[in-house]
């Protein structure tokens, strides 16, 4: 009896501070703020997943945030291409705080994880490993209308939507290029690297494959928003 009183008391004032918190009555940091917006300036933590859901569930959210990123984007005419390839609130991106090979077409969602990833995990993880800053990136695609490993037949990638980008390598400000198809195998310093870039983009984006994964990821980090996480 004792014990249910207690957990009681702890649910009200569980229930007591979130209320409090929703009415600005308690200031916490906005990064620690589950009911702040996402800030792409914060550096990822435990509310990133939840703010980032927020984001992916309300277009004029994500492009409210989006036009905090630094991505220079235009955006896209909605458009159903065939059944499940949908393009829906997404923009062209063609310049982000790294130079592109070309610029990509991106759910609004992606563009977003982009931005984060970019600061939070790419050119920290480049400082860490070679002492400079990322330059560009080449990538090998975003949109394309085709099901999960190119297969005939079963559910649509998450290419279909807009909602994926496969990474294929990166180009440091000395000029070094370090791709994932020759720099992932072994344990020198560009493996340490990817590799690391690998476990960052998982604390960003939900689906995160790489040449662990199986071979036709032999050659990029494929990187996507969506509902369900895997690390490979
Ligand atoms: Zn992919």
């Keep these: 009896m004792r014990r249910r009183i207690l957990v009681l008391a702890v649910l009200l004032l569980a229930a007591l501070a979130a209320g409090l918190l929703w009415?600005?009555?308690?200031?916490?940091?906005?990064?620690?703020?589950?009911?702040?917006?996402?800030?792409l300036r914060d550096p990822p933590n435990l509310l990133t997943g939840l703010k980032l859901a927020r984001v992916k569930a309300d277009p004029d959210l994500c492009r409210a945030v989006l036009a905090t990123s630094g991505l220079s984007t235009r955006p896209v005419p909605d458009r159903e291409e065939a059944p499940g390839c949908v393009l829906s609130n997404a923009v062209a991106v063609s310049r982000a705080g790294v130079a592109l090979d070309r610029g990509f077409v991106a759910s609004c969602r992606l563009a977003v994880a982009f931005a984060l990833f970019e600061r939070h995990a790419l050119q920290p993880a480049a400082q860490e490993a070679f002492g400079q800053r990322v330059a560009a990136i080449d990538h090998l695609g975003t949109y394309a209308c085709r099901n999960v490993n190119h297969r005939a037949e079963g559910r649509r990638s998450r290419h279909a939507t807009a909602d994926a980008i496969d990474l294929a390598a990166v180009r440091l400000a000395d000029g070094r290029r370090i791709t994932v198809r020759q720099g992932w195998a072994g344990d020198g310093p560009e493996a340490r690297f990817l590799h690391r870039l690998r476990d960052r983009a998982c604390r960003i984006f939900d689906v995160v494959l790489s040449p662990d994964y199986n071979a036709v990821h032999r050659d990029h980090l494929h990187l996507d928003v969506g509902w369900f996480g895997t690390c490979r």
């Design 23 to 39: 009415r600005g009555d308690i200031a916490v940091p906005a990064p620690w703020n589950p009911w702040a917006p996402l800030d």
